[in-house]
């Protein structure tokens, strides 16, 4: 047996196994995650990365990115921002939540393999520009799950759409560095750089617009499902 199997069967068992827990706990009111859930939870954010880098790091000096290793990279990143802020007794609720959606997720190289030929020799300026990408949309992702648990725009939920809206600025800003001609793919309507700027006028939007018009929950759903739905666009052209 593949071991990587034994180490997906690891992340799965442990983040459900976390999520039924935290999510029991909150059932009874209870304030606090007990730290030995965030432990087990910790182990399988180990698990989940073992899987992640043999998969993208396929060999050596090459880098292989498709959707679905992009899908179990936002669902480790997320389960690990929300694991640190759960020790400091934030957000164990939403945790509970992406863990469920994690332990599914992290299947998702297999269950979604790609004909998307690997980078050979990717310069430093590029691996930044794809990191910061996909922490950009593991911010997107928890902003999303926290304003459909909560149904509206909560404070952690803005503070989620500013980190989005951070590191997509970031990532434009590395794209035109690190890649020749961005602007013009851009112009072309190259999808991930269309989708990627459509998201960030999108999140920068809603950013000032809650901040200085308040706008209604309707108008602010509305705006920000335009961005999440730029960025899944953008997933789905690494098939």
Known sequence: MDSNLLFYGFTTIFYLFC??????????????????????????????????????????????????????????????????GSIYGQGSSLLALVLIVAAFGVWAPMVLPSTVAPMINPTPATKIHLALGVVAY???FMSAVEIIKTRSASDLFQRFLNAAFIFLTLTLITGVMSINGYFDMLIAGDKKSLMTFVAWV????LVLARKFLSWERASTALLFWVGVCAQVVTIFSFV
Do not use: D, R
């Open 138 to 140: 593991s911010f997107s």
């Open 202 to 205: 999108t999140f920068g939007l």
């Open 19 to 84: 999520a039924v827990k935290i999510l029991f706990n909150v059932k009874k009111k209870s304030v606090e995650t007990p730290f030995w859930v965030l432990g087990v939870t910790a182990l399988g954010v180990i698990a989940h990365f073992w899987v992640l880098q043999s998969g993208i790091f396929v060999a050596s000096h090459t880098l292989a990115l498709a959707m679905g290793s992009i899908i179990s990279a936002i669902c480790f990143i997320s389960v690990l921002v929300l694991l640190f």
